[in-house]
């Protein structure tokens, strides 16, 4: 008797390889932030909550840019090779893939950090307050 699991089988092993791989293209997860951050990252982070958000508690190092106000213009002071990572409140919100996608749209590498603020605070780092 199937049950909600098992009553669509499971991908063929080359497809399952192929998409899991590709997830590691789009995202990356809060741990890698933080270590990249305390080492030296080589992207900038972007937090694309409004203000108000951002100031109550960020990511230490993250840049506010909230997702509807990702244009051209104000990201001329990163080369066009610059890798951003995009985040927002947590698994419950879509501004960090609508961050991502604004991004995407101009041209911009990008990557979204799993998990966002929830997740940044789920494995016991610290936020900073106050605003960038």
């Known amino acids: 008797m199937a049950n909600n699991v098992t009553s669509v089988p499971a991908a063929p092993s080359d497809a399952a390889r192929a998409h899991f791989a590709a997830e590691f293209t789009f995202e990356t997860d809060c741990w890698d932030v933080h270590d990249d951050l305390r080492n030296g990252a080589d992207f900038v982070l972007l937090d694309v909550r409004g203000p108000a958000l951002f100031a109550k508690g960020h990511v230490p190092g ?19 090779d610059t890798l951003f990572v995009t985040y927002c409140a947590g698994p ?37 307050t106050g605003e960038i």
């Open 62 to 80: 993250a840049i506010n840019l909230p997702h509807g106000k990702i244009i051209r213009s104000k990201l001329k002071q990163w080369p066009e």
């Open 92 to 128: 419950h919100c879509n501004g960090a893939a609508r961050g991502a996608l604004r991004l995407a749209e101009l041209g911009r590498p990008v990557k979204i950090m799993a998990g966002g603020v929830t997740g940044w605070l789920n494995e016991g780092f610290e936020l900073a």
